[in-house]
């Protein structure tokens, strides 16, 4: 699926679609670097940098609430993923 952010400067929750039980993200940057908290509780704090052109981010087994963010300020990153799991 490819996303937008909607928002720069802002973070989002990432869409997980209808599944429940999340066994591995896989995140690839399309356009800018994207910032990645992988246990968002009140205030976003980046676990991990996605780098354009890098190869994909594979997440396994994420616990937490995942909320992404653009690295560069005043960007709005286009970025794929792919979610594997149960419904």
């Known amino acids: ?15 997980l679609g209808d599944v429940s039980t999340v066994g591995a ?9 994207l910032d990645i908290d992988l246990d968002y509780v009140s205030a976003f704090d980046a676990d991990l940098t996605v780098k354009v052109g890098a ?7 994420p616990a937490g609430v995942i909320r992404v963010k653009n690295n ?3 960007e709005t990153p286009v970025f794929e993923y792919l979610i594997i799991g149960l419904t």
């Open 1 to 15: 699926m490819y996303r937008t952010l909607a928002v720069a400067d802002t973070d989002e929750l990432l869409d």
């Open 25 to 33: 993200i896989v995140i690839r940057a399309i356009t800018n670097n």
């Open 55 to 61: 190869v994909p981010a594979v997440i396994p087994y």
């Open 72 to 74: 560069g300020a005043g």
